[in-house]
């Protein structure tokens, strides 16, 4: 397994050491916004500083508000979350959490998630280092601050739709 990779997915996915992105003790709000169906289904997403970190991505609705996120990496590692969308200001952030059994493990980090024209999904994350030290409710207050700040966020992913594979034919239709 290649460390790099594991090191930069381990970012979303809410590792217990987290170098580059914040890691929020609470989320930015509730979870009161309504699912974006433009979120849901199967992605393949791409890590931009290295094409060869691939993971595959399931986002489902669990309820009204939030999303079950699972991603896949190859062989064998998967690791599931929910998502939520909170207004900040002129936009929408996911508060992301991971789905796990280990006491302590809690916590969020900020995703600004944009889908294009041509459905591609693209994934930044509240950078530590933009928050120049700051931590609880100060760090949540420079995040709603400054949240149409591109410095604040740094790249996680590009991702793009899985299409279902079509049905085959049975032997002999024509």
Not at 53 to 80: I, L
Request: charged share 20%.
């Amino acid at each position: 397994m290649n460390p790099r990779r594991s090191v930069r997915w381990s970012l979303l996915l809410l590792a217990p050491v987290v170098a580059a992105c914040y890691q929020s003790p609470q989320p930015l709000g509730p979870p009161a916004l309504a699912v974006d169906a433009a979120f849901i289904g199967r992605w393949t997403c791409v890590d931009p500083k290295d094409a060869k970190n691939v993971a595959s991505v399931t986002t489902v609705p669990f309820d009204a508000h939030q999303f079950y996120v699972e991603w896949r990496e190859e062989p064998d590692h998967v690791t599931r979350y929910r998502a939520f969308a909170t207004r900040v200001g002129a936009e929408t952030l996911w508060n992301v959490e991971e789905l796990d059994d280990k006491p302590g493990s809690g916590g969020f980090v900020f995703v600004k998630a944009r889908v294009a024209v041509d459905r591609t999904l693209s994934l930044s994350l509240v950078e530590e280092d933009a928050l120049h030290g700051l931590k609880g409710t100060a760090a949540l207050a420079e995040i709603r601050r400054r949240v149409g700040d591109a410095s604040l966020f740094g790249p996680f992913a590009t991702c793009a739709p899985t299409l279902a594979a079509a049905p085959s034919s049975p032997k002999g239709a024509r």
